[in-house]
């Protein structure tokens, strides 16, 4: 009798274990399949947001000398004199046609909910001059780079127009401006190891979305 009470109770364990394993398993797959939805649900806001960019700019982007990247980043070459962080009048104009019709864009139903930061991105190439001290190059360049991205933010934020008026609020909890310095260069081609100079001096809108940020 003990002896099969034993066994019984063995049995029971072993039935508790096993149905414990297939919850486990449906949790997993549960978990599984909601990840593969976010992921989803996230590349079809980048490919809509892109869709949108380029319905809205195309035919732009080469008078403006920018363009815009598989990320939704909106690119400009650099327009400022060397070392200057002054905005040049030809660029004031291409703003004030190009930021408008960007936030009109953003705070479209399909976007702006999900949107967490509008960034204005300053970046320079290397070097500065005839210094030498790598630490001092790093940091005037990074001074400069965040003088340009600053005042690029302030100029956007200035002009009146009704969708900017509209939006203020939301830009003055969105707005950023960051100094990147040299830190993100372009290349030359899909070559990794030949810094475009050119280029790599420049001025960027980047959207970061909510999910972006938790990344």
Known sequence: MESYNMQESDNSWINI????????????????AFLFQILNEKEIYKVELNKALHKEFDK??????AVITEDNIMRFDSPFQTG???????????LEDFFPRYIKVLTHNK???EIEEVRVEGHTSYGWGSIEDKKLIYLNNMDLSQQRASSVL???YSLENPFINQNRKWLEENLRANGISFSKPLFMGKSQGIVDSDRSKRVEFKVLTKEHKKS
């Open 17 to 32: 274990a096993d149905i414990m394993s297939a919850l486990m398993m449906i949790f997993m797959f549960i978990s599984i």
């Open 60 to 65: 732009d982007l080469h008078n403006w000398q």
């Open 84 to 94: 200057s962080a002054k905005i040049p009048e030809n660029f004031e104009k291409i």
């Open 111 to 113: 976007f702006k909910k």
């Open 154 to 156: 302030a100029y956007c």
